[in-house]
């Protein structure tokens, strides 16, 4: 029995020496973190490298340690960002202004503007001559002072009495009609035909709240298009963390006579828009856009969508950015259906790029400063779930949050065990299994060799 024991405790202290605590030196890179001590909770925004470096796709590879060597909780959260869907729209009272060029010399030209008590336009009168079929409008006054929410999108309805058109738009805002400053400029509306497609650009997005007024420049006027309704697009105000772009370059191929361009993204970025960047004006192209995480898994659909790149009379059109929920895979092919870019005739390939929103760390300074965010250990790349210390997130309170949560600096990228520290061990060897086996053999052999000795025993009595 003595012997016996004495095995089992070899045994599990080979075990034991399996599990030992990770390290810095465990992690090819790390990312020294500046605290002030004042707070009890500090967060990061994590950086490019630290989606290139990871081994694995939910950031499960990554650690916090204190001076002392010791890990700290942590936890990684999506930012938070306003809701895609635009949940309300109101209607934008709107007054046309005349072309003053077409007003013939000499007569009095005036702008009289009708206001009630609260400020709301009632009447415009822009020139005390009648307009005539010659007069063009080139210009809208809007009335944005009953808009009770936040409107971060115009929309415009026009009729349009040619076959297309395509015009810039700039817009000055006031609170007095006196004293105007730039809203936004340049801005591009249009109504375009092309091989059976329709392309309508109606929308104009605000870069902040407008003020009651705003004037609006409108250039297509000379064309007889006419602007028959606005709204005004708002949503819930959020904290938005700013969207990042990496471009990726292409590779062609083909299958089955189906022109294929894949990209490849080097990292595990939380990806969730894209766009397609042509080298040349006046292109267009019909695709489906796919994606996986690895050579050997099956491609998925993102979208399916026609991008452009149109100039007329000056004025540069190019398609709205892609949607989709958010995939941090790093393979990404485009399925030409419809080609109108040149690229079966050996023309430049389009470059994709990606849109995406860096996570949030954040951990718990426990412990003596500085801190280190160590990231990149293939040791964890096997392990079963995160490691994220999620009870973080529960025992903040929503209403204190800001109280609890400092930002943090992060410095320059260091080497920690290097890039040795990214190879993927083989499997680890089931010492578990081969105790209990071991155990259980054993047991046997001892409940065998003890029935031998006790028929043994009665045998020669």
């Known amino acids: 029995m003595r012997y016996f024991l004495i095995i089992l405790s070899i045994l599990f202290m080979s075990a034991e020496a399996q599990a030992k605590p990770l390290t810095t030196n465990d992690f090819a890179y790390g990312l020294p973190i ?40 942590h936890t990684i959260r999506r930012p938070k960002i306003a809701t895609e869907k635009l949940t309300v729209t109101e209607s934008v009272p709107f007054f046309p202004l005349v072309d003053e060029e077409k007003i013939p010399a000499g007569d009095d030209l005036s702008l009289m503007i009708t206001r009630n008590t609260d400020g709301t336009i009632i009447k415009v009168d822009s020139s005390k001559r009648k307009t005539t079929s010659e007069t063009k409008v080139n210009a809208y006054l809007l009335d944005m002072s ?12 026009w009729r349009n009495s040619g076959d297309h058109f ?3 738009v700039d817009m000055k805002h006031s609170n007095d009609l006196a004293n105007w400053i730039n809203l936004t400029r340049k801005n591009t509306l249009a109504e375009l035909e092309f091989s059976g497609n329709t392309i309508r650009r109606t929308m104009i997005q605000l870069p902040r709240k407008p003020r009651k007024y705003i004037h609006l420049s409108w250039n297509a006027g000379q064309q007889n298009v006419e602007i028959t309704h606005i709204k005004a697009v708002s ?11 990496t471009d990726l370059n292409p590779k062609k191929s083909t299958k089955d006579d189906v022109i294929l361009i894949g990209f490849e993204s080097h990292a595990h970025l939380p990806v969730d828009a894209l766009q397609i960047k042509f080298h040349e004006a006046n292109s267009i192209l019909h695709a489906t ?28 059109l190019n398609n709205d950015m ?14 030409v259906l419809q080609d109108g870019s040149g690229i079966e005739a050996s023309r430049p390939l389009p470059v994709l790029q990606l849109g995406w929103r860096a996570h949030e760390l954040l951990f718990i300074a426990r412990g003596p400063a500085p801190y280190m965010l160590a990231f990149g250990s293939g040791q964890l790349f096997n392990q079963p779930g995160k490691s994220s210390s999620d009870m973080i997130l529960p ?14 600096l992060i410095g320059k990228q ?14 680890p060897k089931p010492w578990k299994k081969w105790i209990l086996w071991s155990v259980l053999c054993i047991g046997v052999a001892v409940l065998a060799w003890m029935a031998r000795s006790l028929y043994c025993q009665m045998n020669s009595k």
């Open 34 to 73: 500046n605290v002030d001590g004042r707070r009890a909770v500090y967060s990061i925004t994590l950086p490019k490298e630290v989606y290139k470096n990871c081994t694995r796709s939910d950031l499960g590879d990554i650690r916090v340690f204190n001076a002392h060597g010791d890990m700290v909780p």
């Open 146 to 157: 009953k808009i009770k929410l936040f409107p971060v999108n115009l929309e415009f309805t």
């Open 166 to 168: 395509i015009t810039t």
């Open 235 to 245: 949503r819930p105000l959020a904290t938005m963390i700013k969207r990042e772009w």
């Open 289 to 316: 856009i796919l994606s996986r995480d690895n050579k050997e898994a099956h491609w998925v659909v993102r979208r399916q969508a026609i991008f452009y790149r149109l100039k007329m009379e000056a004025v540069e």
């Open 322 to 335: 892609i949607t989709f929920p958010q995939t941090s895979d790093r393979f990404w092919r485009l399925k």
């Open 395 to 408: 025992a903040l309170k929503k209403e204190k949050s800001h109280q609890l949560i400092t930002p943090a």
């Open 414 to 427: 260091l080497g920690l065990g290097g890039d040795k520290a990214l190879k993927v061990p083989s499997p």
